[in-house]
């Protein structure tokens, strides 16, 4: 059917709505390690620890996942730095996974929300939050 696969992942952070329960900072990153793994399982070789898996389950192509989602419906306030998870889970996973891309539609929502959370700063910086995001600043 031509659909490609676009993980969702949580970033440490329950429903804001709900509870704001969130994970600490401290304690992120075998979260971290567990979406990295993931991407292996995905797309990594069949000599690689995940796509060895993969491959033992029946399915020894790789998936070609090339886009994630960090995050889900959550936003920047003053008790929740959900800005500073998504830069972690960012750098973890471009770091290992450089073509992996964080969807340009969530990163136009994440800045959006930053731009709001900062007293409605103007656009430009809603862009220069995009643009650091995407590694051009």
Known sequence: IGAQPLPIL?????CQWHE?????????GPIIQDYLDLIEFANGDTDTTWGRVRA?????????????????EQWE????????????????????YPEI?????????????WEIAH???SG?????FIDYLLGKM
């Open 56 to 72: 033992q389950m029946g399915h020894p192509e790789p998936f070609g996942l090339t886009m994630l989602g960090i995050g889900n």
């Open 101 to 113: 891309k964080l969807t340009e539609e969530e990163l136009l929502l994440k800045a959006n929300a």
């Open 119 to 121: 007293g409605g700063k």
């Open 20 to 28: 704001s329960l969130t994970i600490p900072m401290e304690e992120m």
């Open 77 to 96: 306030t003053e008790k929740v730095d959900f800005f500073r998870r998504y830069t972690l889970f960012e750098e973890a996973i471009h770091k290992k």
């Open 124 to 128: 430009r910086t809603a862009q220069q």
């Open 10 to 14: 949580n970033c440490g952070l329950t």
